[in-house]
T-cell receptor
Framework: EADIYQTPRYLVIGTGKKITLECSQT?????MYWYQQDPGMELHLIHY???????EKGDLSSESTVSRIRTEHFPLTLESARPSHTSQYLC??????????FGQGTRLTVV | KNQVEQSPQSLIILEGKNCTLQ??????????LRWYKQDTGRGPVSLTI?????NTKSNGRYTATLDADTKQSSLHITASQLSDSASYIC?????????????FGRGTQLTVWP
């Protein structure tokens, strides 16, 4: 079992609120990723990081932002949540980009 | 365009039966292929990983095959159990970048009935 944690597991929040989804890993991996997944659909890469102070946007356009101040921590922030942001968000880390270890995910519902 | 296609989209089998899931990809240059199991509401968990030179790998009741020439992979589940009910995702990585980009299939939703 990989040591990568996401909090919260479930979040229901009102439109316009600012939220931060937490992701932490204790494996010392340099590469970290955020994916968005709608029910029954594939995972879409929205952000990734090569290491501290490195962040890049992924394939799927997202209004979220990320930061990587510490190796183990890769939080994702939505400044103003909207119903279209309702989805599952999965965080992953990788030692060399060969294999990804996933967190349990955060299921976000914006009402 | 790099793509990963999986079939069938969904599958229902009886407990104890075997099944085979398919994955076709167009990712190039190819680095490796992985099968993940994703339980509902949870993150994917890796089952097998294969590189270009490997054509079969087993993990308990799970056996994955890879044909790098035809760009096809299969995941065979033997003697299915109720706990096998999940989505099985094929993930292909390229070696065209230092990131090792991951390309995900949509998954096959497997349901095992008692």
């Amino acid at each position: 079992e990989a040591d990568i944690y996401q909090t919260p597991r479930y979040l229901v929040i009102g439109t316009g609120k600012k939220i931060t989804l937490e992701c932490s890993q204790t494996m010392g991996h340099d590469k970290m990723y955020w994916y968005q997944q709608d029910p029954g659909m594939e995972l879409h890469l929205i952000h990734y990081s090569y290491g501290v102070n490195s962040t890049e946007k992924g394939d799927l356009s997202s209004e979220s932002t990320v930061s990587r101040i510490r190796t183990e921590h890769f939080p994702l922030t939505l400044e103003s949540a909207r119903p279209s942001h309702t989805s599952q968000y999965l965080c992953a880390s990788s030692p060399r980009g060969v294999e990804a270890f996933f967190g349990q995910g955060t299921r976000l519902t914006v009402v | 365009k790099n793509q990963v296609e999986q079939s069938p989209q969904s599958l229902i089998i009886l407990e104890g039966k075997n099944c085979t899931l398919q994955c076709n990809y167009t990712v190039s240059p190819f680095s490796n292929l992985r099968w993940y199991k994703q339980d509902t509401g949870r993150g994917p968990v890796s089952l097998t990983i294969m590189t270009f030179s490997e054509n079969t790998k087993s993990n308990g009741r799970y056996t994955a095959t890879l044909d790098a020439d035809t760009k096809q992979s299969s995941l065979h589940i033997t003697a299915s159990q109720l706990s096998d009910s999940a989505s099985y995702i094929c993930v292909v990585s390229d070696r065209g970048s230092t990131l090792g980009r991951l390309y995900f299939g949509r998954g096959t939703q497997l349901t095992v009935w008692p």
